[in-house]
């Protein structure tokens, strides 16, 4: 298997992977709240895998900047869904409530980074870097000035706007496992 389809699928998974287990594992109760997290954890290493296998082909400040903070984001998130998966209760609760906002915020921050990086580079069409760029924007505004409480009233808002990234996501790992050999 060819670098670039290794680098298209985990922009794939990164994509579709957390919608898969968080709706076909944790809401279903197949799992626990715990197993879905852990799981969850690592199909959400794919966000810095894809990113890191990008910024290998085209060399651009950007996109290793947005790496960097894809890679300490997600190092935080897992954190913050492990605290979230144990279900302890009580303060540990506020714990895991207090860090998610900051955690993938700052991952949205990294992947708008990595966005204005990419519409530098012809690694992907313009329009579509773009549009990560500007969705990733929207997320990281919206986790980063929002208080816990508000979010948590208003988590309607985060799961589409999550999807769309994702989905945005899934279109890249097209694009990548199409791009030419000789790029």
């Known amino acids: 298997m060819t670098d670039k389809m290794v680098n298209g699928i985990l922009f794939i998974i990164a994509g ?7 709706i076909g594992l944790g809401e279903t109760g197949i799992v626990s ?18 990113f890191m296998m990008t910024r290998n082909i ?13 890679v300490v984001a997600w190092g935080a998130g897992i954190v ?26 700052l991952l949205f921050l990294g992947v708008l980074i990595s966005g204005i990086g990419y519409t530098r580079t012809d690694l992907f069409p313009k329009w579509l870097s773009g549009l990560l760029s500007v969705l ?8 980063a000035i929002m208080s816990t409480e508000h979010l948590s009233s208003n988590e309607g808002f985060i ?3 999550w999807m ?20």
């Open 33 to 50: 709240m715990a197993y879905t997290e852990k799981i969850a954890a690592y199909v959400l290493l794919t966000w810095p895998l894809a």
């Open 136 to 143: 990733s924007l929207i997320a990281f505004a919206y986790l």
């Open 164 to 183: 769309a990234v994702s989905l945005v996501m899934v279109i890249l790992g097209i694009f990548t496992m199409r791009r030419n050999e000789t790029e």
């Open 16 to 22: 579709l992977g957390p919608f898969v287990v968080y």
């Open 80 to 105: 913050t869904d492990a605290i979230n998966g144990a279900e302890l209760g009580g303060v540990s609760d506020s714990i895991g409530e207090a860090i998610a906002p900051t955690a993938w915020s």
């Open 58 to 70: 085209k060399r651009n400040n950007f996109i290793d900047a947005g790496f960097l903070i894809i």
């Open 159 to 161: 799961a589409p706007l």
